[in-house]
């Protein structure tokens, strides 16, 4: 048996392995999401029976069950972002707009970015190829990544998004004025529960890549500390479609934006 046989025949195991191990955790996930619900549909029953205390002793139950009662929101919140990440459907790609699916997942946020002093600017090209998109799933992935950008603005500022041709197909850039990050930070941000926020999950993120390489694209992001963050997902043009030119951000600075800053 050659070399090149003995590496595909351990590769083709080494993926069985995965495929069988994730499934597992999927399943082990979704049986513990039940129990967990009772638990805290009875917490909650509990509180409402405690919900006027009248002496020491019911008020300490009424607060130990209210731990008890956001522990298990907690988990059922880590579960259903875990089961998100590990059964991460077969996608159902159809050609769409990369620009139409970045407006309907700004138009979520544009009331809370308003109210939280927060300008969202849009240079969208309107020549942008055509790609091969499962617009449900990207439109999550795009979720994830714009509602990170707002909360790491707390004090109000921009948020600029940008979308481009590239080479082999198309490209957004989405650029925040926030707090920005180190680079320890940036380094394990994609990993799997790996998080920074109090009473998160740590797989937003993971799951925004796992979705994004699925379409056979890749994520990135540059931050510096105290100036913000730029997160750059390229997505592929099928070969039939894709242009002979390409843009940059750069380029699209001499060219007038598609979209009026909003």
């Known amino acids: 048996m050659s070399e090149l046989s ?30 967990l619900s009772v638990i805290r549909m009875n917490m909650d029953l509990l509180a409402e029976d405690l919900a006027e205390p009248e002496s020491d ?9 209210r731990v008890v009662h956001d ?4 988990l059922e919140k ?41 300008q969202i600017v849009t240079m969208l090209d309107g020549d942008l190829p055509t790609v091969m998109l499962d617009p449900e799933p990207l439109q999550a992935a795009l979720l994830n990544l714009v509602k990170n950008a707002l909360e790491a603005m707390t004090g109000g500022g921009t948020l600029t998004v940008l979308t481009y041709p590239t080479i082999g197909g198309v490209a957004i850039d989405l650029i925040d004025t926030g707090c920005g990050m ?5 380094m394990q941000m994609f990993e799997a529960f790996f998080s920074t926020k109090d009473g998160g ?24 500390m105290g100036q913000g963050t730029k997160f750059t997902i390229e997505l592929p043009c ?14 699209l600075a001499s060219s007038p934006p598609t979209h009026e800053p909003s």
């Not at 740590?202 to 510096?224: F, M, N, W």
């Open 6 to 35: 003995e590496a595909k025949e351990e590769n083709d195991r080494l993926l069985t392995q995965y495929r069988e191990l994730a499934e597992l955790a999927g399943s082990l996930a979704h049986e513990i999401k039940n129990p």
């Open 57 to 65: 002793r019911e008020r300490r139950a009424l607060q130990t069950v």
């Open 71 to 74: 522990q298990c929101q907690r």
């Open 78 to 118: 880590l579960l259903n972002d875990f089961l998100k990440f590990a059964r991460l459907r077969r996608l159902d790609l159809r050609p769409s707009n990369l620009n139409e699916q970045i407006e309907r997942v700004l138009q979520f946020f544009r009331r809370q970015a308003e109210e939280s002093g927060i």
């Open 182 to 186: 180190d680079d320890r930070t940036a």
């Open 201 to 224: 999950s740590g797989l937003g993120l993971p799951t925004a890549r796992k979705i994004v390489e699925a379409h056979g694209g890749r994520i990135d992001v540059q931050s510096e």
């Open 238 to 251: 099928p070969q039939r479609i894709v242009g002979t030119t390409s843009k940059s951000p750069d380029s």
